[in-house]
């Protein structure tokens, strides 16, 4: 059972606009900034999005986030089949004092 | 650019020693503004975080709960790499294992992954 919370599974046509949830809880997401990895089959996580809604060199502003008290969300607008794949939310712990993560959401682009 | 190269082996008997390695370029681990970490990915448990070492004014680690009594991750300044040791280990331990850099709050980079198999 992961600590932060995202539906199993996602999808849109191209050309959509796709969001997807991430619940935590106020040791979580409430106190520190939520990160989201991109995961291609056999292939490390990629990071996505850093401190909530930042995007690292290279990842297209088709890519954004967001936080709202103890949830976070990731949105793709302009939907790409390149863009089927796992998204990972992420976020330090002060209770458990580590990295927890959601169980993930397969996206699917129909 | 950084890189993060893991080797080790992929195939570990019930109840002897997992230990795999994270060679470092392009950044030191003993680098006063990373933290160097071990994640496993299985289908019965997600991404899990084991623990993670890291070096301010000494060196420190943090580990998680669920291995806490099995795990040891130790830096290697010599060779600028960190190792992982997973004591004790059955089929649940059986996954693919990442080492990461956090850095600016992120973990930003990561190793390729190693599929480690607990199996007689």
């Known amino acids: 059972q992961s600590v932060l919370t995202q539906p199993p599974s996602a999808s849109g046509t191209p050309g959509q606009r796709v969001t997807i949830s991430c619940s935590g809880s106020?040791?979580?997401?409430?106190?520190?900034?939520v990160n989201w990895y991109q995961q291609l089959p056999g292939t490390a996580p990629k990071l996505l999005i850093y401190s909530n809604n930042q995007r690292p060199s290279g990842v297209p502003d088709r890519f954004s986030g967001s936080k709202s008290g103890t949830s976070a969300s990731l949105a793709i607008s302009g939907l790409q089949s390149e863009d089927e794949a796992d998204y990972y939310c992420?976020?330090?712990?002060?209770?458990?004092?580590?990295?927890?993560f959601g169980g993930g959401t397969k996206l699917t682009v129909l | 650019q950084v890189q993060l190269q893991q080797s080790g082996p992929g195939l570990v008997k019930p109840s002897q020693t997992l230990s795999l390695t994270c060679a470092i370029s392009?950044?030191?681990?003993?680098?006063?503004?990373?933290?160097w970490n071990w994640i496993r990915q299985s289908p019965s448990r997600g991404l899990e975080w084991l623990g993670r070492t890291y070096y301010r004014s000494k060196w420190n680690n943090d580990y998680a709960l669920s291995v806490k009594s099995r795990i040891t991750i130790n830096p290697d300044t010599s060779k600028n790499q960190f190792s992982l040791q997973l004591n004790s280990v059955t089929p649940e331990d059986t996954a693919v294992y990442y080492c990461?850099?956090?850095?600016?709050?992120?973990?930003?980079?990561w190793g390729q992954g190693t599929l480690v198999t607990v199996s007689s």
């Open positions: 992420a976020a330090w712990d002060d209770s458990l004092n580590g990295w927890v």
């Open positions: 990461a850099r956090t850095y600016g709050g992120n973990n930003d980079y």
């Open positions: 392009g950044d030191s681990v003993s680098s006063k503004s990373a933290a």
């Open positions: 106020s040791s979580n997401i409430g106190r520190n900034t």
